[in-house]
């Protein structure tokens, strides 16, 4: 898998994406996420959520929709590692535990502030590579090569202060994927930009499939990514819902997330669906 283009090829992406089909048999064997029987509270606060369970196969994007509340981002931080499950597990790429999870997985918070950390984009990009261990006799070429294939090119020695937000965003996004992970966790991150920020970032994450790592796109803009998102996985206090848009987006509004301004519903469609799975708990805030 890599996300950063060869210098001989015009695609920012291996040749060899992971088909969006291939799923397995065996959760153990599965390549790409799967949740199981997902529980978390924290300590001495209210469940967040229970007995969640979804998968996603590699190359395909899931849409996380809630209210605030709900558990979008304490879901991210558990798919990131960062927090342990109460119960149940998730498994990436076959593997599972916390310690996996952090080296498979790369989080990009809705404030990139605190991610950054260079005085310069080279200098963020540099620590990066240098981070996941990249080789130096071709990390100035790679560091090149992502820099002009995310629209970084041009700044790569202005001051990170100077930049604008989607800027900001776009390097985040560069120096998260240097690590090549193989779950690409995205906590709101059309938050702060202007539309025409909004769709130079949405055609960069729309690209990230195309390696063959698992999507996860946390919004408060379902409209945005409606065309782009392969499931959804809506939130609320005490149910969740797992499925594709044409099952999915309809119910927004019942989960308190903005609906879109039309939804691929087929009524004809929806055998062996069933309501919301209730858990009959409370939410904890993000």
């Excluded at 994007?61 to 879901?75: P, Q, V, W």
């Excluded at 076959?94 to 918070?109: D, I, M, N, V």
């Excluded at 950054?116 to 990066?128: F, I, N, S, V, W």
């Excluded at 409209?223 to 819902?241: I, N, R, T, Y």
Aim: glycine content about 10%.
């Amino acid at each position: 898998m890599s996300f950063i283009k060869n210098m001989d090829d015009n695609s920012a992406f291996s040749s060899s994406a992971v088909s969006s089909s291939a799923v397995s048999s065996s959760a153990s064997e599965f390549a790409g996420l799967s949740v199981q029987n997902l529980s978390f509270a924290y300590p001495g606060r209210e469940t967040v959520f229970e007995a969640l369970g979804f998968e996603v196969a590699p190359g395909r994007i899931l849409g996380l929709a809630g209210a605030n509340g709900s558990g979008k981002s304490t879901l991210l931080d558990l798919l990131a590692g960062i927090l342990t499950p109460t119960g149940g597990g998730i498994r990436l790429a076959g593997q599972e535990g916390t310690k996996s999870l952090r080296s498979l997985s790369a989080l990009l918070p809705q404030n990139v502030d605190h991610w950054l950390l260079g005085e310069t984009p080279r200098e963020d990009l540099e620590l990066a590579f240098g981070f996941y261990g990249s080789d130096k006799s071709v990390q100035g070429d790679r560091l090149t090569a992502g820099a002009e294939y995310w629209g970084l090119g041009e700044i790569l020695d202005d001051p990170v202060d100077a930049l604008s937000i989607g800027q900001k965003k776009r390097l985040a996004l560069a120096s998260a994927l240097a690590g090549e992970p193989t779950l690409v966790l995205l906590d709101e991150p059309f938050a702060g930009l202007d539309w025409p920020a909004c769709q130079a970032l949405l055609k960069d994450l729309t690209r990230l499939p195309q390696s063959g790592a698992v999507v996860v796109i946390a919004t408060h803009e379902p409209e945005l990514v409606k065309k782009h998102v392969d499931d959804w996985l809506l939130l609320k206090p005490g149910a969740h819902l797992f499925g594709p848009p044409a099952r999915t987006l309809s119910r927004l509004a019942e989960f308190g997330a903005r609906p879109v301004q039309s939804s691929p519903h087929n009524a004809a469609d929806d055998s062996g669906w069933d309501e919301p799975v209730e858990t009959d708990r409370l939410n904890w805030d993000d």
